[in-house]
């Protein structure tokens, strides 16, 4: 079974708008992390944002917020105010288990999202 | 702010050839780790190190890949026999507690 499932493989949003990618996760652990990271063009991994299983408030940095649903095991990423630099590919990942410092990541496989003006 | 810093940025080599991969982990970290990306898939884990020593690794990181910490600075990975299926993007990580930083990345082609 996949552990993170983003189901939209391609995301369209007006430039100002608001946007949320879906993300899902699997897992029997109690303890977990979950991150958003961005990918432009380029190549580079920039990391967005981290939730933590136990955090009792969603993450929030900047613009983007993470929308953390633990029963329904969905954490989706939401930018507001969508600008024409947020186009890129963007992906959850997942690490498991207490003390997780140094465990690995598991990554979902992208949204695409494109900004229109 | 500090980063993850990789080089070089893009390699390209033949077949067989050994290459290293050169990371330098935000200073205060604890955790290091590589990834790849192969074109147009998903991110992939291939090993971590901690202490000094592998914490985890996977089913991809064989007896052709090596990582070292030689001076507490630098983290390396060497391929030693490269396939043309090991083009990819690599991509070191770091991180203390929660957060995982990675680098921008070294594209390897394999020819």
Known sequence: AQKITQTQPGMFVQEKEAVTLDCTYDTSDPSYGLFWYKQPSSGEMIFLIYQGSYDQQNATEGRYSLNFQKARKSANLVISASQLGDSAMYFCAMREGRGTGRRALTFGSGTRLQVQP | EPEVTQTPSHQVTQMGQEVILRCVPISNHLYFYWYRQILGQKVEFLVSFYNNEISEKSEIFDDQ??????????????????????????FCASGVGGELFFGEGSRLTVL
């Open chain 2, 65 to 90: 890949f090596s990582v070292e910490r030689p001076d507490g600075s630098n983290f390396t990975l060497k391929i030693r026999s490269t396939k043309l299926e090991d083009s990819a993007m690599y």
